[in-house]
């Protein structure tokens, strides 16, 4: 099976629409248990976008954002991305380090803890869809940018731009209970580990 | 008259003449490309992605790629009045957004879209005469049409004119 990013079919986005609940629910509990907090998710979003589009995802192309990325290999290769913006980063450090600064510095301690939150979610999703689907998935340190949304979404973006003019990828989004947070996933394998994802659930 | 401002996106090229501007935001790994006839005053800005479209199959959009985007940015000037010979370069952009002690050069591709354009213009005889490449951060870029001068803001590194 070839998977072709301009015709995905309605039951192929339905299943990765439920791999990708699967995974973001256990990465929404592990982000609930460590800010002690009611964590809520969305259905994800399967997205095909144009490159053009990718950024307005995160309120267009210069909206200052904190990107938190992952490389992936092994069985499933691509990229993991944790995104928030600077208000809910602010307001996500606040509530682990229980304290109230209300400007929109991150200090070294700040961007290390975000680093951490990321990678807890990060390797809980990958963890969750690693044990769905019986293939090995490796996940890397985290490496954090603090940049213009259109920058940061050009890495993955770039991925993308080898095999087709646009990108595929499962996106959640996660609230939490008072909105002071909000955070979207992207986990974009490549092509070859979408195939594989999909033959790995039985899909053909 | 009013001053039109074109905004150009990834994987995205356009021209204008004078005193029309061209911008794109936020680039990253990606290179914005700028070109400039200052007798005819005719601009053109091309947003790639990727250095070479002979490394993949899949090269129908021209935009995407540094070679194939620079060529399509002089077809299209010309048409418009620009003459080749009088074209000048001005490049921004290639950051590595994102810092691996990785072999994965996919994250070297910022040093490696700034190369390939470099190696382009050179093989089509056409003069950088300022660039504000690499680095860790993100640039938006505007051409103004009417003198050529490229405006280049970030968020925490500045912002100049080249």
Redesign the interface.
Known sequence: MTINVDNLNNFMIDVLKELGNIGAGNAATALASMISKKVDMNVPNVRILE??K??EILG???N?VV?I?F?LTEDIVGNMMFALDMDSAVNLTNILFNRKKESLDLDEMDISALSEIGNIIASSYANSLSTLTGLKIFI??P???I?????????P???Y?????HALMIETVFEEDQNLVSGNLFFLPNLKSFEKILKALGVN | MNIETIKV????LNVTKSPNNLTT??????VGITLYDKINKVAGLAHI??PSSKE?K?N??KA?FADTGIEELIRQMIVLGANKSNLVAKIAGG?Q????N?S?D??R?GDRNVVATKSKLKELNIRIISEDTGG?????IVLDSSDGSLHVRT?GHGEKTI
Request: hydrophobic share 45%; aromatic share 8%.
């Open positions: 490159f053009n990718v950024a267009g192309e210069e200052l990107g990325y490389e890397s340190i490496s954090i940018s940049d213009m949304a259109g920058a940061i979404l050009s890495v973006a770039i991925q731009g080898h095999v087709a003019d | 996106g990834m994987a995205d935001l936020g680039l990253g790994s990606c992605m990727l993949i899949n129908d959009n995407k950051s957004m994102f810092n691996f990785s994965n996919m994250l591709i860790n951060f993100g640039r938006t968020i």
